[in-house]
């Protein structure tokens, strides 16, 4: 009976209205007030009753354990499972370990279900939760602890070798698991807590983990030891990505600076660069170089280029009603030039303040990254022939492929800053600087130095006629009133002794 009872609850929804009428039959059947009499013996036909009444309640509890403990796709237990483990074996046990194994990047597993599909990756990971029980020690505990992870709880005495343990466990998960004849390698990245034996277990320990897989995964034995500071680098990235949106809506957190663009041969600043900044209402100021590429892993970036390329457009309106006249170049990146949603954003904002197209310029970052190089020229393309100008940013900082030079409708190229550090004669710098800026003349290209910090990189890029120099030495980024009266007063660096 209790088995098939079991069954049938495990089957059934409507086995809980069955036993919620059994319990409201035992309930009646007991329910009756406490007498001074000593009563009859419980019937067989109850005792019979009340047991079968016990097994539905327990199979009911299995089936409500297995629902909330058990990942379906592996049958270990999951990760809820594994933290209140934890949590339970917290008192009285001595050190433990715990570990978690994060076979494949979620990078990695796009492309496996892209490529081969969903099938291929339900096979890995049950190749490698295979692998994994193969490999571990008898009383370790395994888990499915994510969507890509697997989490171990184990004694973590001194008796344990855990680098040879994870030495094992990474040697066995370098063979591929197999699908359909076809090899799939893991990418695997380990991350390693230690519970000590009295201290109260932190919650969420496999969020501790995971916050050192990706490092782990590049490390050399690739796995690493749970490390508050990548930690708390990983929350405050997290932090970071969920406030864009809020601060996107915000009046007051995000705001625009201004750099001039300096012509080298007559000093006259006619453009300037755009280049956004961030008052974190909790974190402060945060520079772009930090939170631009959080965004960049995200649909966020897109809306951020929508905020700035309405905003700048804003503002070269609001400046051309003060009498100032300057074209402003602003940064975006490679995945928003991957369809027409920035056109249709610029054609628009451009419209609404009644601007020439040529009054804006997109720097965008030569990247390793660029998902789709065809769509990106396209793109440009279609910028070109609205009038809107095209920079590449950053020349020479990465793999500065000559490809952009060639197919790309650019109308400048900016060096990076990194070339003049250390601009002396005959370093390496200085011949490609020099040579670039040659390169670059003679392409028609205008040529912007990034980074202009002193006296000397001035004049040699004016010597080498470079077009245009942007850096310190001229002016930091300001705000747009006071870029408004640096260039009123004359622009402070104008009359500085050469
Ligand atoms: P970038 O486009 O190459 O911008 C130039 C960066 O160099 C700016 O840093 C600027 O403040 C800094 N800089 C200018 N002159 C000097 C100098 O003489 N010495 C030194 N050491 N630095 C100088 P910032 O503002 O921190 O921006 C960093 C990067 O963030 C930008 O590099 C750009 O790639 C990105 N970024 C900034 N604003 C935006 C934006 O609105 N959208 C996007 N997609 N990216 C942006
Ligand atoms: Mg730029
Ligand atoms: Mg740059």
């Known amino acids: 009976m209790p088995k098939s009872l079991s069954a049938l609850t495990k089957q059934a929804p409507e086995v809980d209205e069955v036993l919620d009428s059994i319990i409201a039959m035992v309930s009646a059947h007991f329910a009756a007030p406490i007498d001074p009499h000593k009563r009859a013996p419980m019937s067989e036909h109850d005792n019979l009753f009340l047991h079968n009444a016990a097994a539905v309640a327990a199979a009911r509890l299995d089936f409500i354990h297995d629902k909330h403990f058990v990942d379906t796709l592996t ?16 008192a009285g046990l001595p050190e433990r370990l715990a570990i978690l194994i994060e076979p494949l990047t979620a990078v990695g597993m796009d492309r496996l279900v892209k490529a081969l599909g969903l099938d291929c990756f339900v096979e890995f990971m049950l190749g490698v939760k295979h692998v994994l029980a193969a490999v571990l020690p008898g009383h370790a505990r395994l888990y499915r602890a994510g969507t890509l992870s697997f989490a171990v709880l184990m004694e973590g005495g001194p008796e344990v070798d855990l680098p040879a343990l994870i030495q094992r466990l990474t040697a066995a998960l370098a063979r591929p698991v197999h699908f359909q004849n076809v090899p799939v390698f893991a990418d695997v990245g380990i991350g390693v807590l230690r519970i000590g034996p009295s201290a109260a277990p932190p919650a969420d320990n496999v969020r501790l983990m995971a916050s050192v897989t990706d490092t782990a995964r590049r490390s050399e034995h690739r796995w690493l030891y749970y490390d508050a500071t990548i930690d708390a680098h990983a929350q405050r990235s997290a932090m970071l990505l969920h406030s864009i949106e809020s601060a996107l809506l915000a009046p007051d957190q995000l705001r625009l600076e201004y750099q001039p663009r300096i012509n080298l041969a007559d000093k006259r600043c006619d453009s300037v660069e755009a280049l956004l900044r961030w008052t974190h209402p909790v974190l402060g100021e945060i520079g772009p170089a930090e939170f631009i590429g959080l965004a960049e892993t995200t649909a966020a970036i897109r809306h951020i280029t929508s905020w700035v390329v309405r905003n700048v457009c804003k503002q070269i309106d609001a400046w051309r009603s003060q009498g100032l006249h300057l074209n402003v170049s602003l940064n975006v990146s490679s995945i928003d030039l991957t369809d027409g949603q920035l056109i249709d954003e610029l054609t628009h904002s451009l419209a609404q303040f009644n601007l020439a197209p040529q009054c804006i310029e997109l720097e965008f970052t030569e990247s ?54 250390d601009l002396r004669p005959d370093t390496s710098n200085w011949h490609i600087v020099k040579g670039i800026i040659s390169l670059a003349r003679n392409l028609n290209l205008t040529v912007v130095a990034e980074g202009v910090e002193t006296l000397l990189n001035y004049r040699l890029l004016r010597d080498w006629q470079c077009h245009q120099g942007q850096g310190y030495f001229f002016c930091k980024p300001l705000s747009p009133d006071a870029l408004r009266e640096w260039i009123a007063g004359g622009q402070a660096f104008a009359g500085r002794k050469e």
């Not at 049958?75 to 917290?90: I, K, Q, T, Y």
């Not at 000559?402 to 400048?412: C, M, N, Q, T, V």
């Open 75 to 90: 049958g270990l237990p999951n990760r809820d499972c594994f933290e209140r483990d934890v949590a339970n074996d917290a």
């Open 368 to 421: 390793v990254l660029i998902p789709d190089f065809d769509a990106v020229q396209h793109q440009l393309m279609r910028l070109h022939q609205l009038g809107v100008a095209i920079a590449i940013d950053d020349f020479g900082s990465g793999y500065s492929n000559w490809r952009y030079l060639r197919d790309i409708p650019a109308k400048s190229v900016k060096l990076d800053r990194s070339l003049l550090v």
